[in-house]
């Protein structure tokens, strides 16, 4: 007889303890030499409905802009072509440092306990990075505080509902245990972007919005590269947790690689939301 589970209510507040080390400690760490590489990956696949999404929102020369977790670069760098003022941040910003010479301000910051002045942007954007920490809603409302009257917080944060339900089997085998894998070694809640727009309603912005699309990927295309990165620097740890077996990364690496497969990837919610001006 099937016992009836009721499903766990979702708890606000932080899930467990952040400090700098647990992203980028292991996985994700920016001294990986594959970890450029998936960055730019991640680019090529983003930087086109973010770049959209920025110019709809009005973004003009001269505005003083917070790219938060730039990672790779690419938005500060055209954020600063735009020719906006533009601060980049990081955890590490090893890959950031050259767009000082572009007059781009470089900062070593934590997001998550670490502050600007209230009032300071008049654009932040965040993309990949929240859903990372472990209390997004308490990380919106930080970066919402540092936005000027008028200012706009956009945020584009994955989830990964799609990939969980795959008819490709070694594809949905190696996302399901790569989920739990980022929950615990990271931290990160990839269903937490299904919660959007209301953390920006409830950090007090106005107009807020929301768009939703659904990246695909098809065997050796950039986002298949990506996957495979993603899957190449947690494969020790996951098939020590008995996540995965070798045998089922290699099935999930040659679909990922095969011409014949197309398949959806992650979801990417896309929000926005204006501080009273
Ligand atoms: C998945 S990458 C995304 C990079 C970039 N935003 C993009 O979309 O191309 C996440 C980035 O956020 C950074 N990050 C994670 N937690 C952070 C925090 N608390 N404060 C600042 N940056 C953080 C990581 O170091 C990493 O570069």
Redo the contacts with the bound molecule.
């Keep these: 007889m099937n016992t009836y589970v009721p499903p766990v209510e979702q708890t606000s507040g932080e899930r467990w303890e952040?400090t700098?080390e647990r992203?980028?400690n292991g996985i994700?760490s920016?001294r990986i030499s594959s970890e450029r590489r998936r960055?730019g990956l991640?680019?090529s696949v983003?930087?086109g409905p973010?770049r959209a999404r920025v110019t709809a929102l009005g973004l003009k020369p001269g505005d003083e802009v917070l790219?938060?977790?730039?990672?790779?670069g690419?938005?500060a760098r055209w954020l600063a072509e735009q020719g906006a003022r533009v601060t980049v941040?990081?955890?590490?910003t090893t890959?950031l440092e050259e767009l000082t010479d572009l007059g781009v301000r470089v900062l070593r910051?934590?997001?998550?306990?670490e502050d600007f002045p209230p009032g300071s942007f008049d654009l932040i954007h965040?993309?990949?990075?929240v859903l990372?920490?472990p209390d997004p809603d308490k990380?919106v409302a930080r970066l919402a505080a540092w936005l000027r009257p008028g200012g706009v917080l956009l945020l584009?944060e994955p989830a990964s509902f799609p990939v969980m339900d795959s008819p490709h089997p070694a594809y949905r085998t190696i996302m399901r245990a790569f989920r739990i894998h980022l929950e615990r070694s990271v931290g990160s809640d990839t269903a937490w972007a299904r919660t959007l727009p209301l953390p920006l309603e409830k950090a007090g912005l106005t107009g807020v919005g929301l768009d939703a699309r659904i990246q695909t990927v098809h065997g050796g295309d950039d986002e298949a590269q990506w996957w495979r990165l993603n899957l190449e620097q947690s494969r020790e740890a996951m098939v020590a947790a008995g996540l995965a077996s070798d045998t089922e990364f290699e099935a999930a690496y040659r679909e990922l690689a095969s011409p014949d497969f197309h398949d959806l990837s992650l979801a990417v919610l896309t929000a926005w939301g204006r501080r009273a001006g």
Excluded: M, N, P
């Design positions: 952040w700098r992203y980028g994700f920016h960055l991640l680019e983003l930087d973010t790219e938060v977790g730039g990672g790779g690419s938005v941040t990081d955890l590490d890959f910051h934590d997001l998550y306990t965040a993309r990949y990075v990372h920490l990380a584009e």
